[in-house]
């Protein structure tokens, strides 16, 4: 569970909660006030109608299943990565090349399985390099898809919750005969526009936020394998790699490297 995810969901329900208890000196039945179904259907509802009418129902379906990378993001570890390609390396200067078929057919990540596969099959290494690059660029190209579609509803909820108070306001304007109720009435017609903000900066726009994070390391961890993937077709030594490789991690991360017995023999 993404420790980040859950306690700023906890901190942010605790600050409205805490907020609106003290407007109303912990009065929690004024407080209550704030829970209003109709509005809550309103902005909930007509977010998602104007998300499915401007995105692929596809990219809405994907969007949402995608939401639980929020709370369990991917293991990525790029040191480990680095790792295992630097392990690759030693198979292939030692064992040749074709050997690491064998190390290709136990491994789970499919992209560097593939890559792999590749350079066994003697493929030139521009067109490796080509493909691996072109998948990346899809991949990324999905994840910025979904991150997209939550962008949408964070764009549109608020406007949804201005039009579930201009709706209550007209009705409110239709019956002036009790002033005394107008406070009340009015403070009701706000409360879609404050659902509106809820829903774009506690939900909508922080999962996009966290799903491109995600995504922009994914795409460090892909960029890491292809240029040692690249290096072991060369032939390089695979120390040099591994210092290659390290390149590409901040210096707190640098330490990882080489352990596990990474640099120090096969896979």
Known sequence: MERG????????????????????????????????????????????????????????????????????????????????????????????????????????????????????????????KGIMETELAYIDERHGDVASTYETIGLFAPSWGMKGTLIALILMLLDLEDIAAVGPNMALALITTLYGAIVASIWANPFASKLRQVSKEETLLKTVLIEGMLSIQAGENPRIIEEKLKSFLAPALRSDVGRDGGSGGDM
């Open 5 to 128: 995810t859950i306690i700023g969901l906890i901190l942010a329900i605790f600050a409205l909660v805490i907020t609106a208890l003290l407007q109303v000196n912990f009065n929690v039945v004024d407080a209550l006030f704030l829970l209003n179904l109709p509005s809550i259907i309103l902005v909930l509802g007509g977010a998602i109608a104007s998300t499915l009418i401007g995105v692929p129902f596809s990219s809405f379906v994907r969007a949402m299943k995608a939401g639980r990378i929020v709370f369990r993001p991917p293991v990525l570890d790029p040191a480990e990565a680095i790792n295992k390609i630097v392990g690759l390396a030693n198979t292939a200067r030692k064992e040749g090349v074709l050997a690491l078929e064998d190390s290709a057919a136990a491994m789970d990540d499919a992209f560097l399985k593939k890559g792999i596969m590749l350079i066994v099959d003697g493929t030139d290494p521009e067109l490796v």
